[in-house]
């Protein structure tokens, strides 16, 4: 008798329990690589919603420094007249 290492069959040819421990072994691979593939992109979307939280947070805050002081960080995108009030600049 010859078992199957990865499923436990029993079988007569040694030749038969290769093969079967050969599909087996391959088929478990693939679950535990569709399994890590998953799980990547889980992650992917968790970190993606992190992302686009924090970005909202910062254009809320953003907005605020601007109500409240009229001009924005130096990182802004604005061109750099929009940056400054006009009496900063002297104009």
Known sequence: ??????CGKDFQDP???????LVCSREAERK???QKQQALMAEKEKRKSEVDQAYKTYLSLEKEY???YGYT???CSDPFVTRFPFSVLGL
């Open 15 to 21: 030749t038969e329990a290769a093969h079967c421990t």
């Open 73 to 75: 960080s130096a990182s």
């Open 1 to 6: 008798m010859y078992k199957c290492y990865v």
């Open 66 to 68: 601007r109500k409240d």
């Open 32 to 34: 535990l690589a569709e």
